[in-house]
């Protein structure tokens, strides 16, 4: 199967911390193809990304939240009253990017919508607020054929600024994050423009529709991406497995370059060219690029499972078991690999590694259904409590 790499943005303890130097990537040749893509069959855009809903305006006056405001003052309130379990109850799902509203709404989204939600309420309370993107490591998903890598990125709120006043630093900046703080506070990070956060919305949107198969939508999305923010890596590369999906190759070899031109050593564009390069007849540059990808990384995601499947499918269940925990061990938080480590277990009668494993599958999926899959596996499980039970 074609692997096609497509780069994403989700991410949101509490901490204090300044903020880091804003990096503006240089401008990206243009690289659009506007004629070869039908119109979209929605609107495109942000311009309501931030924008606050009468029920969101309607919140911001409720007695509730304004007596959350003057208990633990604006900041803290405002995360308190977003995030307890007892008021919004927001979930965290990532199947789609949502604007504010949205995220409002259906009470739940990723960690970008999140951000965006928090940062619509936060402006429109006065507050100053600033977005981060933090170093760490991508974590992977495939769905459809797609390997996706998330990003993290966080927003921090400083204190509302009463006019005539001044303040140094805004009295230090109150980071939100999934991160727990003591991780948080080691991480580098860089500071981000809210035109930086748009274009971040823009591109998972694209990527979103990528996954639908939805190919001419998915192009104008990237293409406002980049029009948005022309030198993001994200923005270029999205729109290169467009291209290539597409079947306009030397477009896609054209975007992919552009990209690895700020970003030479990005491995998911790098794994995105090479086979257009041997598509285009480029095979001695393909089969170069190959043998640099293989010494910068070996074992690309997923390498480990996808032997983990065979092993399981075919009766080796202490190899399958080995496979998973390597995949494991350098994706943690990845439920596919926890559900699949977890039957491997239940093939070799071990029960409670079984539970323990399927229910870390639900702790970490960001889908509402996967979620719902495996807790029912899960409750058959606790229901069965023999040895030797297969999941089908």
Not at 71 to 93: F, I, M, P, W
Not at 143 to 153: M, N
Request: charged content about 25%.
């Amino acid at each position: 199967m074609k692997r096609f790499a497509v780069l994403l943005s989700f991410s949101l303890s509490l901490s204090l911390l300044s903020g880091c130097t804003s990096m503006q990537p240089p401008a990206a040749p243009p690289l659009f193809a506007d004629a070869r893509f039908a119109p979209p069959r929605e609107k495109v855009g942000a311009d309501d990304l931030f924008t606050l809903s009468p029920a969101m305006r309607a919140y911001l006056h409720s007695q509730p939240f304004t007596l959350q405001l003057r208990q633990q003052g604006q900041r803290h309130g405002l995360v308190a009253a977003l995030y307890s379990k007892s008021d919004l109850k927001l979930e965290y799902e990532s199947s789609k990017t949502r604007t504010a509203a949205e995220t409002y709404a259906d009470r739940s989204g990723n960690c970008l919508s999140l951000v965006i939600m928090t940062a619509a309420f936060a402006k429109e309370l006065g507050m100053p607020v600033r977005y981060r993107s933090v170093d760490v490591d991508d974590t992977w998903s495939r769905t459809a054929g797609l390997y996706l890598a998330s990003a993290h990125v966080n927003i921090s709120l400083g204190n509302r600024v009463e006019s005539g006043v001044r303040s140094s630093d805004q009295d230090a900046m109150l980071l939100v994050d999934f991160i727990p703080q003591k991780e948080a506070a080691r991480l580098r990070a860089r500071e981000l423009d809210e035109e930086d956060i748009v274009a971040l919305y823009l591109n998972n949107r694209a990527a979103e529709m990528l996954v639908q198969d939805r190919i001419d939508d998915a192009y104008w999305w990237a293409r406002a991406a980049v029009e948005k923010r022309p030198g993001m890596i994200r923005a270029l590369n999205t729109l290169g497995v467009i291209y290539e999906k597409h079947g306009d190759m030397q477009l896609a070899e054209q975007t992919y370059r552009a990209a690895l031109e700020r970003e030479p050593e990005n491995m998911a564009v790098m794994r995105n060219l090479q086979p257009v390069l041997a598509t285009l007849g480029k095979r001695d540059e393909a089969a170069a690029l190959a043998r640099r990808i293989a010494s910068i990384e070996p074992f690309p995601p997923y390498h480990h499972f996808d032997k983990g499947m065979i092993a399981l499918r075919a009766g080796k269940y202490d190899t399958a078991r080995e496979l998973f925990e390597l995949e494991v061990k350098r994706a943690p938080y990845n439920d596919e690999f926890r559900f699949w480590l977890g039957v491997s277990h239940l093939q070799l009668g071990d029960l409670t590694h079984a539970r323990e494993q399927i229910a870390k599958a639900v702790d970490t999926s960001t889908r509402q259904e996967m979620r719902q899959v495996y807790s029912a596996k899960l409750a058959h499980l606790r229901r069965v409590g023999a040895v030797g039970t297969h999941i089908r």
